[in-house]
């Protein structure tokens, strides 16, 4: 089974998503850097050098190699992963979606006080990143929304996860 764990950046989808794989014992998978790895540059260095177009297209790539996959793994996507194409549709075949929804303001927070390298949020200002944050979560709330489970809130938990996971597959065994 794969869990796909879907969000804005800075929802918790790493953090989570690492802590939910160890618990149930199974694999994680940071999109992100499973692309960079495959790519032998850093995300920053993919946009800069071959644009976000050829970014997204190492997304669904990825997306596609998990059709199939033989062990359980938790899957943190990027954010803009489920907003292209035809990912979420793939993404809820292959496996489970989970939406990590947190408030916009606590995201604009977060994203502030992170010392991540965000490429879409290089050298904004704190107005121009608030807009940005605001804008891009509202636009991609309709994909993001089409996840099987959502769990909102800023004090999201690994054993919420869990819990809406394990509730998916009782339904499936019915």
């Known amino acids: 089974m794969v869990l796909f764990l879907i969000g804005y950046m800075g929802s918790g989808k790493t953090t989570l998503g690492k802590r939910v794989a160890s618990e149930l014992g199974w694999r994680f998978i940071d999109m992100d850097k499973e692309i960079e790895t495959r790519a032998g540059a850093t995300i920053s260095e993919i946009f800069a050098s071959r644009g976000e177009e050829a970014f997204r297209q190492m997304e669904r790539d990825f997306i596609r190699s998990l059709e199939g996959i033989d062990f359980d793994a938790v899957v943190s996507t990027g954010g803009g992963a489920p907003c292209r194409d035809d990912n979420m549709e793939r993404m809820n075949a292959i496996g489970t979606t989970l ?76």
Not at 120 to 126: E, I, Y
């Open 99 to 174: 939406y990590l929804r947190v408030p916009t303001g606590a995201l604009i927070d977060r994203l502030r006080n992170s010392h991540t390298k965000r490429p879409l949020l290089d050298g904004k200002s704190v107005e121009e990143l608030t807009r940005f944050v605001s804008d891009t979560v509202r636009e991609r709330e309709a994909y993001y929304m089409k996840a099987d489970h959502v769990i909102e809130g800023v004090g999201i938990r690994s054993d919420h996860i869990i819990a809406a996971l394990k509730n998916d597959i009782k339904r499936n065994d019915v």
